[in-house]
Nanobody, 117 residues
Framework: QVQLVESGGGLVQPGGSLRLSCAAS????????MGWYRQAPGKERERIAA???????NYADSVKGRFTISRDNAKNTVYLQMNSLKPEDTAVYYC???????????WGQGTQVTVSL
């Protein structure tokens, strides 16, 4: 059974930084895409960053230039470095893995990020 466990959320002041981690355990096909989504109160979940097993990345316009996604394939872990945080970045952040071969999709439980004075 595949499990994703996020960590690193918390409260930070505007302009600050946080680093989220998501460790995947269980059997996952090595060819996959790992991503980060977020959901703010009253809003739909949105994808903000993704990275393929080959290292290709893409970002939502709202976080481009401020957030960096990376992964360690040996550890089945994906990271999200968040800099220059804004109050509008406040949301629950979820990690996600999609297996290319099977299209199976797995989600973490979410971690709260709050940007406030």
């Amino acid at each position: 059974q595949v499990q994703l466990v996020e960590s690193g959320g918390g409260l930070v002041q505007p302009g600050g930084s946080l680093r989220l981690s998501c460790a995947a355990s269980g059997r996952i096909f090595s060819t996959n895409v790992m991503g980060w989504y977020r959901q703010a109160p009253g809003k739909e979940r949105e994808r903000i960053a993704a990275i393929s097993s080959g290292g290709s990345t893409n970002y939502a316009d709202s976080v481009k230039g401020r957030f960096t996604i990376s992964r360690d394939n040996a550890k089945n872990t994906v990271y999200l470095q968040m800099n220059s945080l804004k109050p509008e970045d406040t949301a629950v952040y979820y990690c996600n893995v999609v297996e290319i071969r099977t299209t199976n999709m797995y989600w973490g439980q979410g971690t709260q990020v709050t940007v406030s004075l």
